[in-house]
């Protein structure tokens, strides 16, 4: 009799480990676009309609691989599910011909060790023809869960800022506004700085100051150009002339030593 209680007893208590200690479970539902073998037009997010189930707070991931390695490409930010469900989750490719043959699911806390608990296999390849383009194929027309699931997903993350928001207080508001002020400067520092350089600098000096004044003005035209084109190709735009303005000014600031330096040594000479 004892030894069935016991046995009872250690039954009880590794079922109810295992339920603790139960790993969450994610499957894929459907994708848009649909199909096993898609090229995605430029610009295109692949969406993917997800069923969770998960006892405990947990953040669904998505990783797109091909042969093995990772690919480098944008993807869904997560916020927590708990219970049963359904989530979206997407990637965008950043240069044409980019390939995929399999998406690595991971859940959890979204620490290092996040295990991967679904694997989806489709191949997908990034085209370079825009989706507006009349010779296309593809038919960007979204299905409904879509918009729902994106809506759903967007009211998530930003009730998760507002309560982070809350939680640091106004001295992270504060810092965070700051830092984003030097930032801006800095991009604003490094658009000037090549024209003030141009005014005051002469000869060879003169022309090394245009190269970096050159390179932003072909940034700019680039996305005009292409904008004009297609209206989705630089939706990120800001921060393309922003990167183009820091490597200006990090050109002018080489620049600057490079000629203080030579001066120094003229003089000294």
Known sequence: MMRMMLFAFCLLVSGWGSAVSAKPEVRVLETYPAGQSITLPRNQDFYLR?????????GIWINPYFRGKEVPAG???????????????WFFFTNPGQRVDEIRIKAGDGGYDTPVVATYRVNVTAGSR??????SPWAPNEPQ??????EES?????????????DSGP???????????????????????PIWAMRRWEGGWRLAAAAPLGLLGLVILRIIVETSIDPTSHNLWPFEVL?????????????????????????GA
């Open 50 to 58: 997800l069923a969770y189930a998960s006892d405990t707070p947990v």
């Open 75 to 89: 993807t869904s930010p997560s916020p927590r599910y708990s219970g049963k469900g359904e989530a979206l989750g």
């Open 130 to 135: 825009p989706a507006l383009d009349p010779s």
């Open 145 to 150: 869960w879509i918009g729902y699931m994106r």
């Open 154 to 166: 967007k009211k998530q993350l930003e009730a998760r800022m507002n309560a982070t928001q809350r």
């Open 171 to 193: 001295a992270a508001f504060v810092f965070l506004g700051g830092f984003m002020l030097i930032v801006l400067g800095l991009g604003i520092v490094g658009a000037v700085a």
């Open 243 to 267: 990167m183009a303005s820091f490597a200006s000014l990090g050109a002018m600031v080489l620049f600057a030593v490079l000629r203080r330096v030579r001066s120094n040594a003229g003089n």
